[in-house]
């Protein structure tokens, strides 16, 4: 069914790329901490960042061996110890371990052929951007560029070599992935060329700071909180249920309660009252047993749709 599209509160995917230089972990350490005091930090680039340990405030963890799976494992790791923005410096490793993992793939089991061997290396891609697109935290990343030098002339009218930043070292089209992207130069001016937000769209901002980072967590927290709907749909969907239980035992000898009970008598732990039911799996999964039972009362032509219990403590 089609709906009124609203904006709902969200978690900032940024990426910021720029040449060597260009203050990439630095920029990504300032609007982070213009947007929280809570910030993780994922170092591949042997433990660099925590050169800026006194100016700012934040946890590192060190990949020494940048792995997709160390990766996927880290971004997971601060999601579920409750950090607010986690800074990935930076997301080029990742590309070049999945190169080298694709031409050793190649080479062990395609007899060299690369083409045949992306069909693994492309679902690990596919689960370190998962990764980061589910992530509870807003995410900072960062890119290095493939550079070049051109020769031009300076301010003092003289030829001289000036570095530029070509396209970022990740895989094509993961630009696709982030609500903005930022591209930095050798003096610290950014590009911003892409821009979910619309307020800062092809903008140049000279070494975004704290303050950059703060207009970007007010835009982020404005719209509807998607935890309090999905709360407000769970109180919805049992009490349906609470209400399917009450109509099953009507004018029957049994309470509510111990029927309940009886079609929760398989969980693995025990449910002792509706309060113990608390996700909505958890109610998915009782109603499928509610439903179950009530076909081998009354048979239906309908098949029961089956439902595995619920990973949570039930």
Sequence with gaps: MFKKASKKQSKLRLAVSGVSGAGKTYTALRIA??????????????????????????????????TIDKYIGAIKEAGSLGYEVLIIDSLSHAWDFLLEEVDKIAKSKYNGNSFRAWSEG???????????????????ATMRVKTEYVVES???????????????????GLEYEFDMLMEGNHEHYFHISKDRTSKFQDKIIEKPDEKFGKELIDWLN???????????????????LIDK????????????????????????????????IKTEAQVKWVSAQLTKRMQDVVPVVEPVEVVPEPKEAF
């Design 33 to 66: 901490s213009g947007m929280s005091k809570k910030i993780a930090l994922i170092d591949t680039e042997y433990g660099s960042a925590s050169k800026y340990g006194d100016i700012f405030s934040f946890d590192t963890l060190d990949l020494k061996v940048a």
């Design 122 to 140: 492309t679902p690990m891609q596919k689960n370190f951007i998962n990764a980061i697109l589910s992530s509870p935290c807003h995410i900072i």
């Design 154 to 172: 300076n301010s003092k009218g003289k030829m001289a070599p000036r570095k530029v930043g070509l396209s970022p070292r990740q895989r094509e």
């Design 222 to 240: 404005t719209g509807e909180d998607e935890v309090a709907i999905k709360k407000e749909l769970l109180i919805e969907e049992r009490t349906i």
């Design 245 to 276: 239980i009450m109509k099953a035992t009507k004018e029957k000898d049994i309470m509510p309660i111990d029927l309940l009970k009886d079609l929760c008598d398989g969980a693995k732990t025990p449910v002792l009252s509706f309060d113990d």
